[in-house]
């Protein structure tokens, strides 16, 4: 809308929407270890997953953090390739850690595995035989990370897992954490949860005695 003098008084913005699915991604939330503006913290995530990943499929993970959030493993993969012309490659047991959370199980012991390191198709630890990296840091603000199956009989759907990040300077102002749940390429499971509120301390100066 405008006034007579073609100033604007309204505008529209687009937004991103949302993919439809059959099932989502519930329980999910993202709980750090710190909230100092600026600091490394192993976030705690943790969900439950309405569809199966199936064990004879091609099973993916894509946990997706606000703007302004980096995945430490994301630097660490850069600095890998750096190294070696491009060749580098993160290890799943130094970027996730267990969880340790009541009633969900451990993503990290589901992993799909390395290559043996008797097969011509070995590459190195971080990746799986397929030639795809069990744990995916090459985009910044998003990991993929590569699962055997889930076992919806012991757990219900529910896991859980640590992976380090650094906070941004100011909390986002869009602050959504979205995960993604995927098999042979297809779309399984979908959620989002909102993020943590970052803390910004000031040093202040000693009293005058």
């Not at 340790?100 to 035989?129: C, R």
């Not at 906070?167 to 602050?175: F, G």
Request: charged letters at 20%; glycine letters at 8%.
């Amino acid at each position: 809308l405008q006034t007579s003098d073609r100033e604007l008084v309204h505008e529209s913005s687009q937004v991103p929407g949302y993919t439809l699915v059959d099932s989502s991604i519930t329980r999910f939330a993202v709980v750090p270890s710190s909230r100092v503006a600026g600091a490394q913290s192993w976030v705690r995530v943790s969900f439950k997953l309405d569809g199966a990943l199936l064990q004879d499929r091609s099973n993916l993970l894509q946990l997706m953090a606000p703007d302004g959030i980096g995945f430490v493993c994301h630097a660490a993969l850069e600095e890998s390739n750096s190294l070696t012309g491009g060749q580098g490659y993160v290890l799943p047991s130094v970027v996730l850690r267990r969880a340790d959370l009541h009633e969900f199980g451990e993503l990290v012991d589901l992993l799909e595995p390395a290559a043996s390191k008797s097969l011509a198709s070995y590459q190195n630890d971080g990746t799986t035989e397929a030639g795809d990296p069990i744990v995916d840091c090459s985009v910044a603000g998003t990991v993929g990370i590569v699962v055997d199956y889930t076992d919806r009989h012991t757990t219900a759907g529910r896991y859980a897992f640590r992976i380090e990040v650094v906070n941004p300077q100011v909390t986002p102002e869009l602050n959504v954490w979205n995960l993604r749940s995927l098999s042979s390429g297809a779309l399984v499971d979908d959620g989002h949860t909102g993020g943590y509120e970052v803390a910004v301390y000031l040093a202040t100066a000693p009293a005058a005695a």
